[in-house]
């Protein structure tokens, strides 16, 4: 008796290793097999498209920060007197620099300065400077993380498109 929904056919009172597929199951296999193909390709190729504008972002900041040369201060706890070009350079140097400007306003914040204070011009540049490496920390980390999602999907449209390889019918 045919079951129109799964596509089989069995003989009354059989077993099911009787069964027989019908071409409207294969095709609706095999049309379901090219989705998986298509939507595991489209992924891999945003995933690579992802993976290459990440590292290309890494590689803009990066020459972007060794353009202005910049050392780490030599007193610095991490990376002293080293060219920072990197996340970790430049969370060193911009933690430095807060220390300086402490230093040098006796621990008051730009906010904290009287208005005609002449430290203020030191304290908000620091400011500025540190806000300026903050962001390149934090380009250096979006980056990395599209690199990463990028890696996953091409890896996940890659295994998507070979199961559509392995139930082919």
Request: aromatic share 6%.
């Amino acid at each position: 008796m045919p079951d129109h929904r799964t596509g089989t056919t069995t003989r009354a009172g059989a077993d099911m290793s009787n069964t027989t597929t019908t071409p409207a199951a294969a095709e609706v296999t095999s049309s379901g097999n090219g989705f998986v193909k298509i939507s595991g390709i489209i992924i891999a190729v945003i995933g690579a498209i992802m993976l290459i504008g990440g590292a290309s972002t890494w590689v803009l900041v990066q020459n972007s920060l060794a353009d202005e040369r910049i050392t780490v201060a030599e007193d610095a706890d991490w990376f002293a007197n080293q060219e920072v070009n990197g996340p970790l350079t430049a969370y060193s140097e911009a933690l430095i620099i807060e220390q300086h400007a402490l230093e040098t306003s006796e621990g008051k914040t730009y906010a904290e300065l009287d208005r005609e204070d002449p430290r203020r011009v030191v304290v908000m540049n620091g400011s500025f400077l540190r806000a300026s490496l903050f962001t390149s920390v934090l380009a250096f980390g979006v980056s990395a993380m599209a690199m990463g999602v990028g890696l996953m999907q091409v890896l996940g449209g890659l295994a998507l498109v070979k199961l559509s390889k392995q139930h082919q019918v």
